[in-house]
Every structure is written in C-alpha cells, then in structure tokens.
C-alpha cells in the first residue's frame, strides 16, 4: 500500500504521521549530497503549502531526539567514551542546543496525537516481536496509523507489507 512520495499530490484532507526517518532527514545531521534529505524536505514543503495535517506521538519525539544524540556522537568519533558520560559532559551542550532547536521546529509543524497504547493489543505486538518479525516501536507507530486513519510517511522498509497508507522514496518499500 505503498506510494511514491516524489509523485503524490498533497491535499489539505491528508492526515499525516511523518516517522522519525523522515525529520532526521529533514532537521537531522546528515551526510553531504543526501538524496533523500532533499526528497523529504521538497514532501515537506509541499504537505505544508496543501494545508495537509501532520501529527506527531512522544514516541516519535523521543526517537528523533536520542537519535539525533547518538548520530552527533557517531560523528565526532567517541566510541571509547560511554555515550552518557558524553551527554552530561560540556562538550554535548551546543549539541544539545541544536537538538532542541531541531526538536522545537519539527514540533511546530504538528499536532500531537496519543499513540493509544492502553488499547494496543501487546501480547501480540510482544510475540511478533520475539518472533523476530517487527520491531516493536513500528508496530506501535503502524498501530496508531491504523487506528486514527493516518498515512504514514517513512523511509523505514520495515513497514513493507503493512496493512496502512505509506507515503515513500524508498524502493523496497514501492516493489
């Protein structure tokens, strides 16, 4: 159920969940000539210039902060320093700032949503996942998709297969 991103028209009735992929390639650090960043920015644009609605659960929140933390620490090559002893240190203040910034931008394109997990069936999502099947996180994210009519917008081919509205430039995800 998957579409191309590059190809689809945005209308103010599209009711949207950007996943965390997507505002790390926007607001996220990112490699010089990344394709994709362009690609999600030039959806964003657009999403915004239709008056779609975009909403955002914590869970998506706090992805994109820790993520943005650890791809910073990546960055500055400090394997052989634990990654909380990092983020307490003086060092990670200006990343901090810029986390928060990047945070408060990606928040202001949004409404919040709840992810409605008191009524999410977790036994099952729990033995998906041990099966080896999902990653728990997604299914939650796949969940409240289903759950309030949402497309989901994401380059994460983890969603391949299921069964709700995706918005993508990813190939795996449009076979």
Known sequence: MASNIRQYNFTQHDELLLDTNIWLFIYGPQKPGNNKAAVYSQALSEIISSR????????????????YARLQWDILGRPHEYFKKFRKSQD??????????????????CSKIDSGFETVDTK???AEYEAGDADFNDQIIAELCRK??????????????QDIPVLTANKKLLV
């Not at 990670?92 to 394109?109: N, W, Y």
């Open 92 to 109: 990670f203040k200006p990343i901090a700032k810029d986390i928060a910034d990047s945070a408060r931008r990606v928040l202001g394109h």
């Open 124 to 126: 099952q999502l729990i």
């Open 148 to 161: 309030k009519g949402l497309k989901l917008v994401t380059d994460d081919a983890d969603f391949h297969g």
């Open 52 to 67: 779609s609605r975009i909403y955002i659960d914590v869970l998506i929140v706090s992805e994109f902060i820790n993520t």
